[in-house]
């Protein structure tokens, strides 16, 4: 299975420190993506990160792939108490017709506290 | 506002009984794509499409199925609901100039 596993399984941070999740995975990927989901809400895309790069930024998030050690992890910089979700890992094949497919992990509860 | 409607947002259904999940998009999205979410267990999918006319079974495909006549709409039917399938529905889209999945808000469904 292709499907993100990430750690911690829940995090609980101050408010203004900085929260690192890492995701891995098993097997050769085209892309690899991270979604937030609120409580009871859908999941919002966060970032993407091809195969051939090894680190990307988007405004306090950074993500860093490692192909060799089949590894990423999600930076999020001086934590807000609105960062309060979960956080989802997705490696995402390409299946052909322009799409591609995405197993999710069972996600990090980042709780940050004001 | 471009996205993903989905519905119900919420059904309580009898063991038993035939529902049907809409999901429809107005992004002319290629793919669509449905996913229920349990406790423990993250999200799996149930069944995709990659284009209109075409479907394809995912991880957990048993009791449901799915069809896509159009680019817009991409219905999950349970043609006879058990216990099991009590869990949040998501459906999403995805297409090639796009960066990541787009998904509903969900159908919490409850089969008693």
């Known amino acids: 299975s292709q499907q993100g596993e990430e750690d911690p399984q829940a995090l609980s941070i101050q408010e203004g420190e900085n929260a690192t999740m890492n995701c891995s995975y098993k097997?050769?990927?085209?892309?690899l993506q991270w979604y937030r989901q609120n409580s009871g809400r859908g999941l919002v895309h966060l970032i993407l990160?091809?195969?051939?790069?090894r680190e990307k930024h988007s405004g306090r998030l950074r993500v860093t792939l490692d192909t060799s050690k089949k590894s990423s992890s999600l930076l999020i910089t001086a934590s807000r108490a609105a960062d309060t979700a979960s956080y989802f890992c997705?490696?995402?094949?390409?299946?052909?017709?322009?799409?591609?497919?995405?197993?999710f992990g069972k996600g990090t509860k980042l709780s940050v506290i004001p | 506002i471009a996205g993903i409607t989905q519905a119900p947002t919420s059904q309580i259904l009898a063991a038993g009984r035939r529902m049907t999940l809409r999901c429809t998009q107005d992004?002319?999205?290629?793919?669509m794509y449905w996913y229920r979410q349990d406790l423990g267990l993250g999200l799996r999918l149930i069944h995709y499409?990659?284009?209109?006319?075409?479907?394809g079974k995912g991880e957990v495909p048993d009791g449901y199925s799915v069809s896509r006549a159009n680019t817009d709409d991409f219905p999950l039917t349970l043609a006879s609901a058990v216990p099991s399938q009590t869990s949040v529905y998501f459906c999403?889209?995805?297409?090639?100039?796009?960066?990541?999945?787009?998904f509903g808000s969900g159908t919490r469904l409850t089969v008693v």
């Open positions: 097997t050769s990927i085209n892309n």
């Open positions: 992004m002319r999205h290629n793919a």
């Open positions: 499409s990659n284009t209109a006319g075409t479907t």
């Open positions: 990160i091809r195969s051939n790069e």
């Open positions: 997705a490696p995402g094949q390409y299946s052909g017709a322009g799409s591609y497919q995405l197993t």
């Open positions: 999403a889209s995805s297409d090639e100039g796009a960066d990541g999945y787009t």
